[in-house]
Every structure is written in C-alpha cells, then in structure tokens.
C-alpha cells in the first residue's frame, strides 16, 4: 500500500492565483513529520515546509502553508499568489518516527504556472 | 546560508566500471542519505549514515553500493559495477536530527551509465 498519495499527476495554475496540491497519507505511528519539496526542471529538491503529527496549528512558511488535516490524514500544500517560478514537480514526503526514520516520497504533481 | 553539494553534476560511465559520487554535507549535520531518482519518478531511498555506519538501507542498495566518510567533510557514494539500470539522478541529503528537521538535499549528481 502507499504510504503517501499525491492524485494529481499535474496541476494548472494562472499567474498571481492559489493552488492546492493534494497529498494523503497512511501510517498507523501517532508520531510523524510530513514534508514537501519542490523540484524544477534543474533537478535540485527544496524543502519548502513541515509538519509535525503534534502540532497545533498548520505550518506556513511565506506563500506556502500546509491544510493539515490529521483525521482525514491529509497534508495538502497551499501556494498562494503563484509566480512562473513556481513550475516544477512537487513532492509530499512522510518520515513516521517509529522504527524506521527514512522518509517515504511520493510521486510528485507537476505544476505549471501560466502568466 | 548552508548547502549540500554534490559533484560532479553531470558523470558518465561505461557499464562495468565503478563510479564515485561525492557530496559535502552541511558541516554540523550528523545524519547522512543517499536517495536515486530515476527519470520521470519519484525518489527512492538508498541508505542513511550515522556516527560513521550505516543506519539503514533499502532493498535498492545492494553489494553493488557502499558509502563511506573518508574524513570530516565528504560523504561518498561508489557503485562498484555500473548496470545501465542505475542511470538516474542520485541525491545526497542531510539533516541536523532525525525527528522532525528536515532533510537538505544537495543538486543531485545525474549519472548516465552507457
């Protein structure tokens, strides 16, 4: 079974508007961190924001926040005001913190940003 | 601000032979990861290095593989005998702790077996 779902293969956006990237995961560990990277077409991953199963309140960080919803076990990445730099693969990323440490990927949503 | 480099950026080798991909952790990381991603997929762990042995490895990571920190900087990653199954972009990781901090990862080094 995967571990984390990303549905959307590719993703549309205009210039200057929000987009929502899904991600679902599956772990039975209380403890847990969620992750995104991005990876533009250079090929270098950037961690752009975290989660922890504990925390309170969604995680943001600039134009990126995190629709963290742990009943439905959904860390879905916001980014607000998109910019044409913002084309590139996204991926979702679980490290559960029993047993093994070793994040799971997974497979990644391109987005495309029209001007 | 600190960052993961990797070099070289670009290596090509023939089948058979040995390739070494090199990569500069950030200086007071102490956990250290090798993931591969092969073209159009996503990324898959290879191994995870700690206190100067490996912590953990996949199924992916075979004899073929080994890693080694030969002094305080570098973290090396050797395939021993290329297959052309093993052309993929390699990424080096680190990370501060295990917990919740995330891993940095350097550019990648896309190794092209012929």
């Known amino acids: 079974a995967q571990k984390i779902t990303q549905t959307q293969p590719g993703m549309f956006v205009q210039e200057k508007e929000a987009v929502t990237l899904d991600c679902t995961y599956d772990t039975s560990d209380p403890s847990y961190g969620l992750f995104w990277y991005k990876q533009p077409s250079s090929g270098e991953m950037i961690f752009l924001i975290y989660q922890g199963s504990y925390d309170q309140q969604n995680a943001t960080e600039g134009r990126y926040s995190l629709n963290f919803q742990k009943a439905r076990k959904s860390a879905n990445l916001v980014i607000s005001a998109s910019q044409l730099g913002d084309s590139a693969m996204y991926f979702c990323a679980m490290r559960e913190s029993g047993g093994s440490y070793i994040p799971t990927f997974g497979r990644g949503t391109s987005l495309i940003v029209h001007p | 601000e600190p960052e993961v480099t990797q070099t070289p950026s670009h290596q090509v080798t023939q089948m058979g032979q040995e390739v070494i991909l090199r990569c500069v952790p950030i200086?007071?990381?102490?956990?250290f990861y090798w993931y591969r991603q092969i073209l159009g997929q996503k990324v898959e762990f290879l191994v995870s290095f700690y206190n100067n042995e490996i912590s953990e490895k996949s199924e992916i990571f075979d004899d073929q593989f080994s890693v080694e920190r030969p002094d305080g900087s570098n973290f090396t990653l050797k395939i021993r005998s290329t297959k052309l199954e093993d052309s993929a972009m390699y990424f080096c990781a680190s990370s501060a702790h295990l917990d919740n901090q995330p891993q940095h990862f350097g550019d990648g080094t896309r190794l092209s077996i012929l």
């Open positions: 200086s007071n990381h102490l956990y």
